[in-house]
């Protein structure tokens, strides 16, 4: 035998004399190493389920504040022509026939351009008051009801379900006796 050569380990195959543990080193039971493996996992799919709803939530609220900009992007326009059309109902109201034909048209033409926009002019002929499409400008004493508007100094107008602006008017109050 060469004395440069290592002798050749040789492991025990004998099941009888297999290592044992020392009962003293406490091995942690597999149970509890897949409990909390289990418990893991479930915090975690939890999370992801959780993350996916909100993402979801997320992209509808998203595409709904996109509708809601596109719906009322012409916002802005409408107020600028709506002063406009203010001015033309001011001189409909003047005596020259010829001028008031003219603006007549001119009149019709603007209120088809804003229709068609989704813009419409409040109807409240006859209506109470109601904070929410109406502005208060004045309080007359009168012997209709409280609350009822006797007088539109400036139409209010929305597009489509929202008040683009409120009308300004004169509202009844009780006759002091």
């Known amino acids: 035998m060469d004395k440069h050569t290592e002798p050749a380990v040789v492991k025990n195959t004998d099941p009888s004399k297999a290592e044992t543990t020392n009962p003293d080193e406490n091995p942690v039971p597999e149970t509890t190493v897949v409990d909390e493996l289990t418990k893991k996992y479930d915090d975690l799919n939890d999370k992801h389920l959780r993350l996916a709803a909100e993402f979801e939530n ?15 992007a012409n916002e ?6 709506i002063d406009i059309l203010d001015n033309f109902e001011r001189a409909l109201k003047s005596d020259d026939e010829n001028l008031r034909d003219g603006l007549e048209q001119i009149h019709k033409l ?12 409040m109807n409240i002929t006859g209506a109470a008051f109601d904070p929410a ?9 009168a012997d209709a009801p ?9 139409p209010g107008y929305t597009i489509r379900d929202k008040v683009l602006r409120h009308a300004k008017v004169a509202v009844a109050k009780k006759k002091e006796e």
Do not use: M, T, W
């Not at 997320?58 to 009322?72: G, H, L, M, P, T």
């Not at 802005?76 to 022509?81: N, R």
């Not at 409280?146 to 400036?154: F, K, N, Q, R, Y």
């Open 76 to 81: 802005k326009f409408a107020l600028d022509i």
């Open 133 to 141: 499409l109406h502005e208060a400008v004045a309080c007359i004493p």
């Open 110 to 121: 603007y209120l088809s351009i804003l229709s068609r926009n989704g813009i419409e002019p």
């Open 146 to 154: 409280e609350g009822a508007i006797l007088d539109i100094a400036v």
């Open 58 to 72: 997320y992209k509808k609220r998203a595409k709904r504040d996109q509708e809601s900009a596109v719906r009322y």
